[in-house]
Structure formats: structure tokens, C-alpha cells
T-cell receptor, first 110, second 114 residues
């Protein structure tokens, strides 16, 4: 069975500082990895996915199959980045249902 | 496109009552997923449905919980004889017919069992 772990429940950084959210997964095959974000009073939305290999809102994430990690990074955090972030994994053979990590709350202080 | 709609947004039930949660997927989407989020936890998969079919219900408790997605109308998650442990946020997500695996989420229904 697949599993996603986000070790940090809360990350507090100052505006302009780098931020890195850790995500580790366990799955023996080839999963697809995602980062979802939930801003205050808004619905969960996709931030980025590993197959697109793009940067969204300054965030990037690289899939490291050797370390089974998909850490999310941003070099200069902004106050509007304050939100809940969820790492998730899906497997096509399993109907693409998402397995989520427990989430990391990011607080960017002015 | 209004996005995935869920209603009610908040639902309060007493122990032993029934709860019905509705999800209208985005227009053109025929795949629906239900997830549950207990307090201080991540979202957990419950059930995956396509029109008139349950594809995967491996995450749904065997008793008291059922789900449907009829040919016409919204998907319904039904919880019979609710207990306090059912208090959670229930999220619905939909994805397109094409099978693209991006899921679009609704705002959730927060169920409180007194």
C-alpha cells in the first residue's frame, strides 16, 4: 500500500526567506506526485505535479526516486504563501485515487 | 463552470440520525472521489465512482456508509446512524471523462455529530 509522510506539521518563516516542505512516499512502482494547497477559506487546489516539471508561484518540486521524496521549495517566501500544503500520490492502476500526507501549515511572517 | 459543488456546507446531526452529503461534479466530469478529513489529519480516500458504478470503495467503512452516483443528479454519500467519530470534513473531487488524473475539489461538508 502507498503512504505519504510530511514530517513537519508547521513551518514558520520570515518573508523573503527560503522555505522547504518535506514529503516522503512509499510505493514500489511509479506513482505520480502532487502538491495541493489550501489557502484560508478556499478549497483545496492543485499547486503542481511532478510530470509537468514547472514552477508555479515560484514553487518547484523535484521527484527523487532514490530517496522517494518530493520536497517543495521556494527561494523567497511571500506572506500570501501562508496556507496548508498537502503532498499526495496517485497510482493509475488504482484508479488515480489520491493518498495524502498529513499536511504542513506554512506561516510566513512579515 | 461553477466548479465542484457540495451541499450542505455544514451539517449537524445527533447520534443515530442519518447524514446525506451531496456532490455535483464539474460539468463534463464523470469521475467522482470522496475523501474524509478527521481533525488534525490529512485527507483519506473513501470511495471512487463513475456514473452508476462504484469503482473502488476500499476506503469506506463497511457498515453505515454508502455512496452512489446516479445517471442523473449529484453523487450522494450517506451515513446511517451517525456516531461522534463520524464528525469530520468530507470532500468530493471530480475528474474529466478523459481520464486526466487531476482532481478538482469541492469546498467540503463539515459534519458535526452531537
Amino acid at each position: 500500500a502507498q503512504r505519504v509522510t510530511q514530517p513537519e506539521k508547521l513551518l514558520s518563516v520570515f518573508k523573503g526567506a527560503p522555505v522547504e516542505l518535506k514529503c516522503n512516499y512509499s510505493y514500489s512502482g511509479s506513482p505520480e506526485l502532487f502538491w495541493y494547497v489550501q489557502y484560508s477559506r478556499q478549497r483545496l487546489q492543485l499547486l503542481l505535479r511532478h510530470i509537468s516539471r514547472e514552477s508555479i508561484k515560484g514553487f518547484t518540486a523535484d521527484l527523487n526516486k532514490g530517496e522517494t521524496s518530493f520536497h517543495l521549495k521556494k527561494p523567497f517566501a511571500q506572506e500570501e504563501d501562508s496556507a496548508m500544503y498537502y503532498c499526495a500520490l496517485s497510482v493509475k492502476a488504482a484508479g488515480n485515487k489520491l493518498t495524502f500526507g498529513g499536511g504542513t501549515r506554512v506561516l510566513v511572517k512579515p | 463552470n461553477a466548479g465542484v459543488m457540495q451541499n450542505p456546507r455544514h451539517l449537524v446531526r445527533r447520534r443515530g440520525q442519518e447524514a446525506r452529503l451531496r456532490c455535483s461534479p464539474m460539468k463534463g466530469h464523470s469521475h467522482v472521489y470522496w475523501y474524509r478529513q478527521l481533525p488534525e489529519e490529512g485527507l483519506k480516500f473513501m470511495v471512487y465512482l463513475q456514473k452508476e458504478n462504484i469503482i473502488d470503495e476500499s476506503g469506506m467503512p463497511k457498515e453505515r456508509f454508502s455512496a452512489e452516483f446516479p445517471k442523473e443528479g449529484p453523487s450522494i454519500l450517506r451515513i446511517q446512524q451517525v456516531v461522534r467519530g463520524d464528525s469530520a470534513a468530507y470532500f468530493c473531487a471530480s475528474s474529466p471523462v478523459s481520464g486526466r488524473d487531476e482532481q478538482f475539489f469541492g469546498p467540503g461538508t463539515r459534519l458535526t455529530v452531537l
